[in-house]
């Protein structure tokens, strides 16, 4: 079925029925979506392919996703790293995946204002969330996961508990909205968020060759303003290769789509429009015949890698874009100014 849409209809490269047609061949009657026809499933990234589908307008596709999501949780809250063909495949149980779900449920709400359909999910939202926040740290940081074994890594990673930064932001949104308090969510946030602005030395440092380490403290809202601006400047030429995208490791010359429309929604989120609308561009032609999206290419040498036609990137393409054009009324969820502590203030979705 077509998608109306201005980018759609505005734009030769950006097609958004070729984007989620693409996603929803890729769906399972279970709802699971991999991702790739042969790939394995993490929990992290389908919520975000969930969000790609809401974008769409395939709102019971993406509730496909939400009840599988449902369905394979584990009793402590949790979910497993990955799956394959619905069996676990590392049993590693990781934080932020845990949490994420509740970013999903509500960039849904956002668009379809169905209450019920967050009181559906409230019981396993609040157990992922629960389970995130029992790994916290007295100083705030979030350890990144228990073994297949059940032992916690006593590691933070700064991508992750920026995650969850935004995961709790938009888990006590809900809460709000349902009329429900959540004192220990509270608490849980504003630690995390005094750690994350002031204490990002607490986190383990040899993940900042990835780009995700330099811009996703941004992303989530933890880190606004001239902070922001600062910490996006510093580092721009160690991340970024003006006019292709942003390098997913900086010692690498791989340019990664996925990471690319990820800082688009991080310098969206920050005010900084014109520039998120620059590095959009770059990638607009970095498409397969039927107009879904490389994951990732080397530079200069121009080689697709992985040749694997991604779920979550081709996503993450309509987030991003969604943010800059306006396309739904959850295009403001990054926003900086959107959001008042983990009080969503702007309801109407426009810039």
Request: with cysteine; aromatic share 12%; charged share 20%.
């Amino acid at each position: 079925m077509p998608i109306e849409h201005p980018l759609s209809r505005a734009s030769e490269t950006l097609n958004i029925n070729s984007v989620i047609s693409f996603i929803l061949t890729l769906q399972r009657k279970s709802g699971d979506i991999p991702w790739h026809s042969d790939g394995k499933t993490d929990p992290w990234d389908l919520v975000e392919t969930a969000m790609g589908l809401n974008i769409g307008k395939q709102i019971n596709a993406s509730n496909q996703v939400f009840e599988w999501l449902k369905n394979m949780q584990n009793s402590d809250g949790s979910w497993y790293s990955s799956y394959i063909n619905g069996k676990p495949e590392d049993k590693t149980c990781e934080t932020h995946m845990a949490a994420y779900i509740s970013v999903g449920l509500f960039h849904t709400w956002l668009i379809n204002k169905d209450i019920k359909f967050l009181e559906s999910y409230w019981t396993t939202m609040e157990k992922g969330i629960n389970y995130a926040i029992s790994m916290q740290t007295s100083t705030g940081e979030i350890y990144w996961a228990k073994s297949p074994e059940g032992k916690i890594d006593k590691m933070s990673l700064l991508t992750g508990s920026s995650s969850i930064f935004m995961s709790l932001k938009c888990a006590l949104a809900i809460a709000d909205i349902l009329g429900r308090q959540k004192i220990s969510w509270e608490k849980a946030f504003q630690k995390l968020g005094i750690s994350l602005k002031d204490n990002i030395h607490n986190y383990n440092v040899s993940k900042s060759r990835f780009s995700m380490y330099w811009f996703y403290p941004i992303l989530s809202g933890a880190i606004t303003g001239k902070k922001a601006n600062r910490r996006i400047e510093k580092q721009w030429n160690k991340y970024v290769i003006e006019g292709q995208g942003v390098r997913c490791v900086s010692d690498q010359p791989w340019v990664t789509i996925a990471e690319t429309c990820e800082l688009v929604l991080a310098l969206y989120g920050m005010g900084c429009v014109k520039k998120a609308r620059i590095v959009f561009s770059w990638i607009q032609d970095r498409i397969y015949e039927d107009k879904t999206y490389w994951c990732g290419y080397t530079y200069p040498d121009m080689v697709i890698w992985p040749e694997e036609k991604i779920s979550w990137t081709n996503a993450v393409v309509l987030m991003a874009a969604d943010a800059l054009y306006s396309l739904t009324p959850a295009s403001n969820l990054f926003n900086h100014n959107s959001w008042d502590g983990f009080k969503y203030t702007d309801l109407n979705g426009q810039i």
